[in-house]
T-cell receptor
Framework: DARVTQTPRHKVTEMGQEVTMRCQPI?????VFWYRQTMMQGLELLAY????????DSGMPKDRFSAEMPDATLATLKIQPSEPRDSAVYFC???????????FGNGTRLTVT | GEDVEQSLFLSVREGDSSVINCTYT??????LYWYKQEPGAGLQLLTY?????DMKQDQRLTVLLNKKDKHLSLRIADTQTGDSAIYFC??????????FGSGTRLLVRP
């Protein structure tokens, strides 16, 4: 079964540290989405890409968050510097073009102390 | 902006049918989706329906779409304890973003 792979599964870090989360989309998928899930806000869209180009990152705090796709097999989400309010589960999802369902990874659970 | 709303909680007895409801606001939505999330896991795509359909059946799952009222429902027949999870409704808006509801927690009692 093809699946979206996210690393690490868990990350605990101190406030002010840089955090990098990685995502390997399903081979052949050309859209990649980053979502953040918290109890209070539910699922929030942070950014999404099509054919490695960023289409919308308006959901992301620009001063500390950055999302990139260095190549078609890797998407990264960085937080620098991290803050306790960034604690959440971050999900990556990929799809085969628009109007196709998204397939989610198992997420990175981030805890910032 | 777009909004997707769901009730927060549903409790049913094992063997009964479950119906989870969802309303959305974007009338230009082309596809509507149901995802399932189990504890500690990502979102698993259950089923989806194209906006020009009004019903889709897939084994124990039946999706009903009322486009006029912007109402979507998911019916699970013969609900099992393994169906206990959070169910998310989502719409794909005109800019191809997937907008999720807050999720309905389904509890199946033995």
């Amino acid at each position: 079964d093809a699946r979206v792979t996210q690393t690490p599964r868990h990350k605990v870090t101190e406030m002010g540290q840089e955090v990098t989360m990685r995502c390997q989309p399903i081979l052949g998928h050309n859209t990649v989405f980053w979502y953040r899930q918290t109890m209070m806000q539910g699922l929030e869209l942070l950014a999404y890409f099509r054919n490695r180009a960023p289409l919308d990152d308006s959901g992301m705090p620009k001063d500390r968050f950055s999302a990139e796709m260095p190549d078609a097999t890797l998407a990264t989400l960085k937080i620098q510097p991290s803050e306790p309010r960034d604690s959440a589960v971050y999900f990556c999802a990929s799809g085969l073009g628009f109007n196709s369902p998204l397939h989610f990874g198992n997420g990175t659970r981030l805890t910032v102390t | 902006g777009e909004d997707v709303e769901q009730s927060l909680f549903l409790s049913v007895r094992e063997g009964d049918s479950s119906v989870i409801n969802c309303t959305y606001t974007d009338s230009s939505s082309t596809y509507l989706y149901w995802y399932k999330q189990e504890p500690g896991a990502g979102l698993q795509l259950l089923t989806y329906i194209f906006s020009n359909m009004d019903m889709k059946q897939d084994q124990r799952l039946t999706v009903l779409l009322n486009k006029k009222d912007k109402h979507l429902s998911l019916r699970i027949a013969d609900t099992q304890t393994g169906d206990s999870a959070i169910y998310f409704c989502a719409e794909m808006d005109s800019s191809y973003k997937l907008i999720f509801g807050s999720g309905t927690r389904l509890l199946v009692r033995p």
